[in-house]
Nanobody
Framework: QVRLVESGGGLVQAGGSLRLSCAAS????????MAWYRQAPGKQRELVAD???????NYADSVKGRFTISRDNAKNTAYLQMNSLKPEDTAVYYCNVRGLRLGPAPFSAWGQGTQVTVSS
């Protein structure tokens, strides 16, 4: 079983910064994609950014130039550096990790979510 632990959310004023972390542990053979999603009240969950094992990254248009996803493969940890935060960034942020478990078998694991609130 793969377990994700997120941290780093909180309350910040518009224009401020936060850094989210997501640490994966458990029976993993390899990790391919590490991603961050978010879900605002009354809205669907949306992809914020993802990072693959080949080094490619992808961002939602709404966060390009402000957010940066990175990963420490030795620690099985993903980060999301969020700068120039806006009130519309307010949401619960979820980490998602996809890869192969021992077996091998594919897995997709989700974190518990961390609240990010940006005040105007």
């Amino acid at each position: 079983q793969v377990r994700l632990v997120e941290s780093g959310g909180g309350l910040v004023q518009a224009g401020g910064s936060l850094r989210l972390s997501c640490a994966a542990s458990g029976s993993m053979f390899s990790i391919n994609t590490m991603a961050w999603y978010r879900q605002a009240p009354g809205k669907q969950r949306e992809l914020v950014a993802d990072s693959t094992s080949t080094g490619s990254t992808n961002y939602a248009d709404s966060v390009k130039g402000r957010f940066t996803i990175s990963r420490d493969n030795a620690k099985n940890t993903a980060y999301l550096q969020m700068n120039s935060l806006k009130p519309e960034d307010t949401a619960v942020y979820y980490c998602n990790v996809r890869g192969l478990r021992l077996g091998p078998a594919p897995f997709s694991a989700w974190g518990q979510g961390t609240q990010v609130t940006v005040s105007s």
